[in-house]
């Protein structure tokens, strides 16, 4: 009995198949909505986040400044967790990338953490809560600043 080819071919993982339905209507949809303008952040950063506050017929800007301890990347509903500790009680705030309520976002200081959910600070209090920083030394810096000066000759 001869092997014969089936219908449906399995296609590998860097082929992109054009959307088709539901899910084309839907990225359609929130594309607009997708904001850009915010710097690239990752768990475990120290984020400042600008808050619009509406109280009564005025509004003002509030920074709430904490950790990121989780990211949710999912087209339109991007959304990011930040902790901070305010008078000894930890406070969790979610904020929706796409709101117009979140004005403004800036990264205080890099983290350096192996997981992508840090739910585990939660229990951990004073020093063993702290995650450590990203820091480039003095040595490292001139290191790349030598990669870099040595690149840009080779291209001439």
Known sequence: ????????????????LPM?????????????QIRKEFP????GDTVRVHVR??????????????????????GGSKSFNV???SHGVGVERIFLESSPKVAKLEV????RVR???????RGLEGKAAKIEQEVETQA?????????????QAKK
């Open 140 to 152: 490292q810096a001139a290191a790349s600043a030598a990669a870099k000066q040595s690149k840009t």
């Open 1 to 16: 009995m001869a092997t014969t080819k089936t219908k449906y071919r399995r296609t590998s993982k860097s082929s992109v």
């Open 20 to 32: 088709k339905g539901l899910a084309a209507k839907v990225a359609l949809v929130e594309s607009p």
């Open 108 to 111: 205080v200081q890099h983290g």
């Open 115 to 121: 997981r992508a959910k840090l739910y585990y600070i």
């Open 53 to 74: 506050i509406k109280e009564g017929d005025k509004e003002r800007i509030q920074i709430y400044e904490g950790l990121v301890i989780a990211r949710s990347n999912k």
């Open 83 to 85: 902790r901070k500790i």
């Open 40 to 43: 690239e952040f990752k768990a």
